[in-house]
């Protein structure tokens, strides 16, 4: 069970977790990403919108003397009202600070490099962002050149300080990793509480399955899910109970089939040391043991030929000759084949035999042998004085030929289990219990149907249907 939890939970973590934790991350960095760029867009736009009302009374005075327009600069930098936000500075043409609007110069004006990058730009505005003194102070600076300098004055510039905006954006970054946490966090529990939802059960069917392996056939699973689950716990009982009947038939199987050769083995083997002792072939018994030895040797091929048979068809090595037939004349001569079984078991063959042919499309040797098995089984329930009674019907394109005896009949419990391989019912005979089964499969691999109709103390009716030739094509197994 550790070896698939284990496996199930990589896969999982290769799949899913580390997918799910990348996505975060990079949603993580786009978001913090596009949070810095509006809020300092926001810091930019404020500056940019009291850059532009400078420009526009600058503009204005165009036409006024330098000292005067230099007056209105130097006034303006000692009434800003927005000091609390902004420091205002004047710059001179080496980019050396003239006034400020604090009155004094501040000590990081010579780290700042927005008034080269203004003097480079066609639009005459230059920026700095970045951290200054030894504090370490976010600032952002935009400086622009007035168009005509005035009084020595040739630039100005806005400074604010980013503190604020930065410790709200760390807010914001600490918020979005919070949710960020939270997803991995639900993630992860929903993950690990399905993942428990299959490999616990899994553990449980691999236990099961385990147990079943080694022959325990009564194990089985308590089914608590309605879902992919569920149907594999309810496929894994079914199993278990079908190879407990399997196995059940295979056990009764070989006790019966050990019966059954033992019988005519001892018979055998009893009557060659009778007649090892006897030297007259003219004599009654003599005749009778080499009878009795022949009819239990054909017995014993027979048995061993089902066995072989239904070997071959379980293996899938059944290989059919097909060819086109007559199947009233096959049919009547398997009837011909056991007409003196049933004369000397005192069973009448009666066979309603139509008048014109029934093509069809099968081996000539497995049909014969479908016909014999179905006969077999025929004669050996049949009683003494009773008829067998086969009738042929062509309808539909399919002939359908049915075989019925007057013996004691199934029972309906044993009836849907009767063509079942080693199955033997109550009341059964001699013989494997598998003749019935390579019956069907002889059948089905002939391009047909093969079904069993009884009723108890009334007979049984082996009924076999075959396409008619260019009905239906048959399959060759």
């Not at 899913?16 to 300092?40: D, G, P």
């Not at 014993?300 to 899938?316: A, C, H, K, T």
Request: some cysteine; overall charge negative.
């Amino acid at each position: 069970m550790d070896r698939k939890t284990n496996t199930i939970t990589k896969r999982w973590v290769r799949g899913n977790l580390l997918i799910t934790i990348a996505v975060l991350l990079l949603c993580e960095v786009v978001f913090v990403f596009y949070l810095r760029s509006s809020y300092y867009s926001g810091v930019r736009s404020a500056i940019m919108s009291r850059v532009n009302t400078l420009s526009g009374q600058l503009s204005a005075m165009s036409d006024d003397s330098d000292t005067e327009r230099s007056l209105m600069l130097r006034r303006l930098a000692e009434e800003f009202g927005e000091k609390s936000k902004f420091e205002f500075m004047l710059l001179g043409s080496d980019g050396r600070v003239v006034s400020t609007s604090t009155g004094f110069v501040p000590s990081y004006a010579s780290e700042l490099n927005d008034f080269a990058e203004a003097t480079r730009n066609q639009n005459g505005i230059g920026e700095f962002i970045g951290a200054v003194g030894t504090g370490g102070e976010r600032l952002m600076a935009i400086t622009y050149l007035v168009p005509s300098p005035a009084g020595g004055i040739a630039a100005v510039r806005f400074v604010t300080s980013l503190v604020n905006v930065d410790n709200q954006m760390g807010i914001m970054v600490l918020l979005s990793f919070g949710v960020v946490l939270l997803v991995l966090f639900f993630s992860i529990l929903s993950g690990t509480y399905f993942i428990r939802s299959i490999v616990i059960p899994l553990g449980r069917v691999e236990q099961t399955a385990t147990r079943i392996a080694a022959g325990d056939f009564n194990a089985r699973l308590e089914n608590k899910y309605d879902d992919e689950v569920g149907r594999l716990c309810n496929t894994i009982n079914y199993m278990a109970d079908e190879l407990g009947k399997t196995e059940q038939l295979k056990n009764e199987f070989i006790s019966s089939v050990s019966h059954e050769l033992r019988t005519p083995l001892t018979s055998i083997k009893g009557w060659t040391e009778t007649l090892a002792v006897m030297n007259d072939p003219t004599n009654e018994n003599y005749k009778k043991g080499i009878g009795i030895i022949m009819s239990e040797t054909d017995r014993l091929y027979n048995m061993v030929e089902d066995l072989l048979d239904f070997s071959r068809i379980q293996n899938g090595a059944v290989s059919l000759q097909c060819e086109l037939l007559d199947l009233v004349a096959e049919l009547s001569d398997a009837l011909l084949m056991v007409g003196q079984r049933a004369a000397n078991e005192g069973v009448t063959l009666a066979f309603d035999e139509p008048e014109l042919p029934c093509p069809v499309y099968a081996d000539k040797n497995r049909l014969r042998q479908v016909f014999l098995n179905v006969l077999d089984n025929a004669l050996k329930y049949s009683p003494h004085g009773g008829e067998i009674r086969t009738v042929l019907i062509v309808q539909a394109g399919k002939a359908r030929v049915e075989i019925r005896d007057q013996g004691p009949g199934i029972l309906p419990e044993d009836l849907e289990n009767v063509k079942q391989k080693f199955f033997k019912g109550q009341g059964s005979v001699r013989g494997s219990g598998i003749g019935l089964a390579v019956v069907e499969e002889l059948v089905t691999a002939q391009g047909g149907t093969f079904d069993i109709e009884s009723v108890y103390g009334q007979g049984t009716t082996g009924i076999i249907i075959l396409p008619i030739k260019g009905s239906e094509t048959v399959r060759a197994s």
